[in-house]
């Protein structure tokens, strides 16, 4: 069973094996992507959270997702992160990531507009990646919409491409190869941080 | 699980009057594990898809509280802090009496009060309560007195479920999650 349980209009369905796939247009969107958005819980995390006796919260985070913001940065892809609330650890995964823009809204679309605005790019150039009911908005604006495995059956039923690996265990490593292998940037990416570390 | 199979329409219809929701830490919001490390520092997880279902019941109007009675530290305080949730109960002895005490503060009787168990301790509770929830991994007795038994398994989306379950019985979901996907939520 996945981990989310849920009812589709209170028929109760189990959401594990879904016939939802990746469309098969979603080599020609990736093709278009300049910007990349990333929700953070259930994309770079696995949705777990963990308070210390002293009531500290940590979260789990992949070091693959580390290699996929490099490798899009290194193809001059821009990946910014889009949550609800940034907290102290989101801005220090993302200083690790080096993601510069970090927004934490839960007004995802306005936000969505006013990147397009500063940065003159249209709806179809932007990739995002989403698992949430609350992502569903943004994801249906955008050119390329991505949910990880393990995302909730409304995220998963508007996404163009469904990711192998579920949230927190390399979502954005694989997204990565996925888009700079449509966009042929992939080889020499590779070849580049082999010399140069990341 | 056949054995614990519920009435579905019946449970619907128990959600239809539901205006509080009540649960303990452990076992709901946690798989009932902890950490320990070398130096006896404890580590508690949560999920944080379930903060989305008590966010939604809490703008819909259906109040939350934890009856917190396990908890060995105070990560059930952070928990509902970090949710603002200000109805956190902690180290409740008297898990049923301080429900009661509940009912009379909101004025609710207790067909109102959705009530999650988790241990044999919370069965009489079970009982008294309009809507009785059993987490998928939770003991058999806990099973047999509950009116819906959900998919999740406690800390692993059973509370989200149910929060699901309740705003879609009382039909007021779909709205709800139009609003914060276009909007976001406050």
Redesign the interface.
């Known amino acids: 069973?996945g981990?989310?349980?849920?009812?589709d209009?209170?028929q109760?369905v189990?959401i594990e094996e879904t016939t939802m796939t990746t469309r098969a247009d979603a080599i020609e969107r990736a093709k278009k992507v300049k910007f990349v958005i990333l929700d953070i819980?259930?994309v770079l995390?696995d949705?777990?959270?963990?308070?210390?006796?002293?009531?500290k919260?940590?979260e789990i985070y992949s070091l693959h997702d580390r290699l996929g913001c490099a490798a899009l940065k290194e193809a001059g892809i821009e990946a910014a992160f889009l949550t609800?609330k940034i907290t102290r650890i989101d801005q220090y995964i993302g200083s690790i990531y080096k993601i510069d823009r970090l927004y934490g809204?839960?007004?995802?679309?306005?936000q969505l507009d006013e990147i397009e605005k500063e940065l003159g790019l249209t709806d179809e150039e932007f990739c995002y990646v989403g698992d949430?009911?609350?992502?569903?908005?943004?994801m249906k604006r955008v050119g390329f919409a991505v949910a990880p495995a393990d995302a909730t059956a409304?995220a998963k039923a508007v996404a163009d491409y469904i990711t192998k690996t579920p949230g927190g265990r390399g979502v954005v490593r694989e997204l990565a190869e996925f888009i700079l292998k449509a966009q042929g940037k992939w080889d020499a990416v590779v070849e580049k941080l082999s010399k140069t570390g990341y | 699980m056949t054995s614990f199979e519920k009435d579905l329409e019946k449970a619907i219809e128990k959600a239809k009057k539901v205006k509080l929701v009540a649960h303990d830490v452990h076992g709901v919001l946690t798989n009932n594990t902890f950490f320990c490390d070398i130096e006896g520092r404890r580590k508690y997880s949560f999920l944080h898809q379930d903060g989305f279902g008590h966010l939604s019941l809490k703008r819909l109007g259906i109040e939350v509280a934890f009856l917190d009675t396990t908890s060995i530290d105070n990560e059930g305080l952070y928990r509902a802090q970090e949710l603002k949730l200000e109805k956190c109960y902690h180290k409740v002895r008297d898990k049923m009496t301080k429900l009661e005490e509940l009912e009379q503060e909101l004025g609710i009787s207790p067909e109102n009060v959705c009530y999650v168990g988790c241990d044999v301790t919370d069965i009489n509770i079970m009982k008294r309560v309009g809507l009785a929830i059993a987490p998928a991994d939770v003991i058999d007795e806990v099973k047999r007195v509950a009116d819906y038994v959900t998919i999740a398994p406690g800390g692993r989306g059973a509370i989200r479920e149910l929060c699901e379950f309740i705003l879609k019985a009382q039909g007021r979901w779909e709205n709800w999650v139009e609003e914060v996907a276009k909007m976001g939520y406050k």
């Open positions: 069973m981990r989310r349980g849920s009812q209009g209170l109760i189990r819980h259930g995390t949705l777990t959270l963990y308070y210390t006796d002293d009531g919260k940590s609800s809204t839960s007004a995802k679309i306005s949430e009911i609350i992502d569903t908005g943004i409304e």
